[in-house]
């Protein structure tokens, strides 16, 4: 089983939703285990990770006051990814373009969820899209994820995409995987 952190996006944002969700990574493990956390940044150009590597070090440090860690930025290539995946306790998948993040990880899409067996995923914005039957997002009208979890979800979610939302079910009548609503800053835990 593993352990899903679905974030509504804007990581960034010092309050107590952020500081609870950097925390959520890795508060199920003993505080002497020095766990590896896998950055995955295919949402973003190559040329912004070391700058999201940056932030996201601090952040957590901040919020889990200097806890010892290894973080290891994700490889482009496939086979180089599988097996960091496979060495990594936590997998952490940041927002940017869900597009660009969906075709990155669409090789993986048959084995993505056995790979993550037994580890903590911790996913914000495009990271939470990617893995869900269907998605939408203020920016992005629904569409397909890789189907990963039973899930559909609106990140970003505010009450004003309401009736949009009674409009999508109405239409899709047959689906009957739960509806996860996402604010910003906002996440939820699922077990899958």
Do not use: C
């Not at 969700?21 to 940044?41: G, H």
């Amino acid at each position: 089983m593993t352990k899903y952190i679905l974030h509504g996006g804007e990581t960034g944002v010092p309050n107590e939703h952020n500081k609870a969700f950097y925390r959520e990574w890795v508060k199920d493990f003993d505080s002497d285990f020095i766990p590896t956390i896998l950055l995955v940044y295919f949402s973003r150009k190559s040329d912004e990770w070391e700058k999201l590597e940056g932030q996201d070090r601090e952040r957590f440090a901040r919020y889990t006051n200097e806890r010892k860690t290894h973080f290891i930025v994700a490889s482009n290539d496939t086979d180089t990814f599988r097996g960091q995946i496979k060495g990594a306790d936590v997998v952490y998948a940041r927002g940017g373009s869900s597009e660009d993040l969906i075709q990155a990880l669409e090789p993986l899409k048959g084995e993505l969820k056995r790979l993550l067996d037994g580890k903590v995923y911790a996913g914000s914005s495009a990271g939470v899209m990617v893995l869900s039957h269907y998605t939408r997002s203020p920016f992005e009208d629904w569409k397909k994820g890789l189907d990963i979890l039973p899930i559909n979800s609106i990140i970003h979610y505010s009450e004003s995409m309401g009736n949009d939302l009674g409009s999508f079910k109405k239409s899709h009548q047959d689906n009957d995987y739960e509806y996860l609503l996402l604010p910003e800053t906002e996440f939820a835990v699922k077990y899958f």
